[in-house]
């Protein structure tokens, strides 16, 4: 089963569609972030969830020689 890690995020009303669509790409290409959901509050505020899978790297087996 896939590990994630998250980031939440708090946006404020007055940043435009666009810039929010500018700020995550830019963390989606890199940073390798993906939405994982949004929500949008009703004083416009924008709370956001990103992930991103954790890949763990295989310990080396070391031999003694």
């Known amino acids: 089963m896939a ?7 708090t946006l404020p009303r007055d940043f ?3 810039l ?8 989606a290409e890199h940073g390798g972030w993906e ?5 949008v ?3 416009g ?3 956001v969830v990103l992930r991103r899978r954790i890949i ?3 310990r080396p087996a ?3 020689g």
């Open 3 to 9: 590990e994630y890690e998250f980031q939440r995020l």
């Open 16 to 18: 435009s569609r666009s």
């Open 20 to 27: 929010v669509t500018r700020m995550l790409v830019e963390r």
């Open 35 to 39: 939405i994982d959901r949004v929500r």
């Open 41 to 43: 509050l009703h004083d």
């Open 45 to 47: 505020t924008r709370k």
């Open 56 to 58: 763990r790297q295989p």
């Open 62 to 64: 070391y031999t003694w």
